[in-house]
């Protein structure tokens, strides 16, 4: 019998088969799960080239998923001054005031929509402060940025323009450019003339950055954009990566048959332990920014148009894809956006149960909750972002949509009670990556969604491993601990099932394995 190349014991295995639930010893040969079974059972598996990791009553999990992420583009989006500490005008402005420049440009991310107190978004409110230098501010969402006259003059821009997507250039009552960028179009603008990172950084912070997340105990990400697949391939090769990286490029609306075409051709590119597998849509933008698509009107008399200006392009855009094989993620957080993706995966017919997905879903009423199981569309849930509203609901968020949208907020456990699948992410760098207090939040949601219950400790570990899988259309390889499965592992030191979910969040990561490789380790 050929020997194992890992073997794992002194462990208490969450193993989530269902055949066998629990056990205390894993073994490992090229990659894939050899044996699940005690400790006598992985004696004829061991020989002198084995590696054996005793975890001393840890528990092992299969390895945690975050299925919404942006490990790469999040590069470029997490550059400079960190802002979410920022939590009112005085300390933007004090941020800003002695930030460092970076080419002679003040760049920012992570900047709350709350920080502003209720004022519109206004490049008036930090110009004084910021000496003419050039500033993009990106504001938390990844969907707005406030920028200065200055970088408005770099980039060219002097008044309104007309974009493909649903994009605009704010301008106050009088015709004043405001430097408020609502949505991707308008943020390409000013991101063409700002300073970009060089290639060696990026290949290097690439590397830590997903170092730093199998450190949290993640063993691979849905990556909700392109990417860049020179750069993953070039470090692919290099080393292994710590993380599985399965990529989604991006279907913008003004897209045709040649574009679609591309994106088919672009599906299963790839190397060791990355891929292209997917594509992503925008169906709406976000609820603080006001481009969130919804039912009816957020109290500012925003939010009644979608992000493709012709929805049912984007339902013929996905039909195309659907007949080609190819599995879709669309952004949809208001109600009107989530109705039409489900709309437009109905009348897909019964071929697309479990093949299609809906990212975010911040407010949903009762008849779409429903839908997602009748119509086997999953559910992909970042509960981090709860924690940018209030219980009170005197957030940004929740006072746009008003008190009855805001009491359906991240409706994580009615969507698993009603029988639909729920895979859980971050989105980082819009909340931070750690797979930790992605379980910790799925199980006690934060601010607008705490009055609900959270995720059992089980569904939430369900949501980055046997639900991540099924999100991947991976269920038959990944997701959980068994013979034949993918060895992505994740040992902590608390039960992620039975352990609080405050002491989950600061749980102990002593193992991560990836694809056999031990990617991290503490002991």
Known sequence: MPTADLVITGAR???????????????????LIAAVGDE?????????????VDLGGDWL????????????????????????TARDLDGLRASLASAQRIDGWIIGFGLDHNTFGGRPIDRALIEDVTDGTPVFLRLYDGHSALVTETALKAADITGPRTFAQRSHIVTDAGGRLTGHLVEHAAMDLVHAVM????????RARLTTLLNAMAATGLTGAHVMDAGDPDLVSAVAEETVLPLRLRFAPWCMPGANKEALDELVALQDRGGRHWRIGGVKFFMDGTVEGGTAWLEHPDCHGQGTEAFWPDPAAYSDAVRRL???????????????????V???????????????RVEHIESAPDDTVQRFAQLGVIASMQPPHTGYTQADHSDEWSLRLGEERASRAWRLRDLRDAGAVVALGSDWPIAHYDARTVLATARAPRGAASARAGLTGTQALEGCTTHAALAAGEATIAGCIAEGFRADLTAL???????????IAQAPVPLTVTGGHIVHRTR
């Open 40 to 52: 006598a059972d992985m004696r004829a598996l061991r020989g002198p080239g084995t590696e054996v």
């Open 13 to 31: 295995v969450h193993t989530l088969d269902p055949q066998r639930p629990y056990a205390h010893a894993v073994a490992v040969r090229d990659g």
């Open 195 to 202: 300073p970009r990172l060089p290639y060696t950084e990026r």
């Open 342 to 356: 489900l709309d437009t995966v109905a009348s897909l017919g019964p071929g697309s149960h479990l093949t299609h």
């Open 322 to 340: 659907h007949h080609a094989g190819v599995r879709t993620a669309t952004h949809a957080i208001g109600d009107a956006a989530v109705r039409h």
């Open 493 to 503: 030191g608390l039960d992620p099932v039975q352990a609080p979910a405050d002491e």
């Open 61 to 84: 999990v299969p390895g945690l998923v975050d299925s919404h992420s942006h490990p790469v583009w999040g590069l470029e989006m997490a550059t400079g001054l960190d802002l979410s």
